[in-house]
């Protein structure tokens, strides 16, 4: 216990604490920016079993907030190379790296004896996907997003109203990594954040952190937190994704992108449908439709409008790359 000493003086946690942070399972979805620091933190305070999911590799375009990582690391799998790095900090806690994306078909065995998930994926349909799979569970989903100068941490489900219940629609636009940037600090920043309510949930700290979120923007430097205890879990259909292992032979696929973007579909049988013609599109008989493009964004459009028009049995699906 040495190793722990300086936060077992701590009287919120104490032998009694720390015995449950080395007892708790976490799920952690992501390997790669928020991660480089909320890992190291979860490994450092001890946390027992840490299953992380991530199926990208290391790039040098992303080692500037994805410190966890070095140049020699370039082309390998993120899962194994932060699995190498973090058994380094403590061989105390197990490491379960899994070298694939979380999917509607692998998230019931990545649930498996698990205490907590931590969405630091920042993907707006793997949050969704899992505060589904977490309400229905009654487990806590932690979550975290970062972009430009900014970001939010919030705790969600495991009693708490789920991710749904405060963001019950997709944001119109959404900008990425990629495309609008992202400063290293700010995301090490809201992770550290995360990481800490992680540790305050399995501390059974109060108050809790689930039913919390804490916004904060390091261009004005403005910081809030607030609560959504009482937030209401939407009644109306809302947002459900499939992948494409739970595709039906009978589905009518709608492909909400171009040929350039997607030059191949997600079965050949894909109508295209582009999105700004789709009001005027006439649905042929099917059994479920399923809406295709790349992150889901597109697909939440879409699904709206069409719900709008009286259709139903609506489900999406975030294809990712071409």
């Known amino acids: 216990m040495q190793r722990y000493q300086r936060q077992m003086q701590l009287p919120q ?19 790669g920016g928020l991660s480089a ?24 375009h992303n080692l500037h907030r994805q410190t966890l990582f070095k140049q020699q690391d370039i082309g390998k799998a993120k899962a194994l190379c932060a699995q190498a790095h973090l058994s380094q900090c403590n061989s105390d806690v197990l490491i379960e790296p899994e070298v694939t994306h979380i999917t509607a078909s692998t ?8 205490d907590i998930v931590v969405d630091a994926a920042d993907n707006f349909a793997t949050t969704y996907l899992l505060s589904d799979a977490c309400l229905t569970h ?21 009693g708490a109203p789920s991710y749904k219940a405060l963001f019950p629609h997709l944001p119109e636009t959404a900008g990425n990594c990629q495309s609008a940037g992202v400063m290293g600090p700010v995301v090490a920043c809201i992770a550290a954040i995360q990481a800490q309510m992680v540790l305050s949930w399995v501390l059974q700290s109060t108050p809790s952190p689930l039913g919390s979120l804490v916004r ?11 609560r959504f205890d009482t937030a209401v879990e939407p009644i109306e259909k809302t947002l459900q994704f499939i992948d494409r292992g739970q595709l039906l032979p009978d589905d009518l696929i709608l ?8 030059p191949a579909s997600v079965t050949d049988t894909a109508i295209r449908v ?5 009001e005027h599109w006439t649905a042929p008989a099917y059994q479920r439709l399923v809406l295709v493009c790349r992150t889901g964004l597109r697909s939440a459009r879409a699904e709206r409008l069409l719900r709008q028009r009286g ?11 071409p």
Do not use: H
Request: include cysteine; hydrophobic fraction near 45%; glycine fraction near 12%.
């Open 13 to 31: 946690i104490g032998e009694q604490g720390q015995r449950r942070l080395q007892q708790a399972s976490v799920l952690v979805v992501g390997a």
């Open 274 to 278: 582009p999105l700004q013609k789709l």
């Open 37 to 60: 620091t909320l890992l190291p933190q979860l490994v450092g305070a001890g946390i027992g079993r840490i299953r992380l999911y991530d199926a990208d590799r290391v790039a040098l």
């Open 255 to 262: 492909e909400l992108r171009d040929r350039d973007e997607a």
């Open 311 to 321: 259709l139903e049995n609506i489900v999406l699906l975030a294809a990712g790359e």
């Open 107 to 114: 998230l019931r065995q990545a649930l498996r004896d698990i």
């Open 138 to 158: 009654g487990l806590p989903l932690i979550s975290a997003s970062a972009l430009g100068t900014q970001g939010y941490v919030g705790g969600f489900c495991g």
């Open 216 to 226: 904060c923007n390091f261009t004005d430097w403005q910081f809030s937190q607030f």
